[in-house]
Nanobody, 125 residues
Framework: QVQLVESGGGSVQSGGSLRLSCAAS????????MGWFRQIPGKEREGVAA???????TYSDSVSGRFAVSRDNAKNTLYLQMNSLKPEDTAMYSC???????????????????WGRGTRVTVSS
């Protein structure tokens, strides 16, 4: 079992930056595919960034060029650097993990077994 705990959310003005962290425990995530997802009330969860065990990455069109996903396997932690934030980035952000390899990671919720509870990001105009 893997437990995931997100941190780093908060309120920021449009154009600002935040870095989210996802600390894993219960198992080493070095071989896991990891992803970041976000959800607005009343809407489906959306995949925004993912990273595989080799460091290959995938981004949604809505965040490509602004967000960067990375991992520090020594710290068992996943990160999401978010730059040039927009009001439409406001959401609850969650991280996810799965032991099955998927090249570049996956932005589909169906590919992940373990989920964190999320951290809220609010971007004001």
């Amino acid at each position: 079992q893997v437990q995931l705990v997100e941190s780093g959310g908060g309120s920021v003005q449009s154009g600002g930056s935040l870095r989210l962290s996802c600390a894993a425990s219960g198992d080493a995530i070095v071989s896991y595919v990891m992803g970041w997802f976000r959800q607005i009330p009343g809407k489906e969860r959306e995949g925004v960034a993912a990273i595989d065990s080799d460091g290959g990455t995938t981004y949604s069109d809505s965040v490509s060029g602004r967000f960067a996903v990375s991992r520090d396997n020594a710290k068992n932690t996943l990160y999401l650097q978010m730059n040039s934030l927009k009001p439409e980035d406001t959401a609850m952000y969650s991280c996810a993990a799965d032991p099955v390899y998927y090249h570049g990671g996956s932005l589909s919720t169906h590919e992940y077994t373990y989920w964190g509870r999320g951290t809220r990001v609010t971007v004001s105009s």
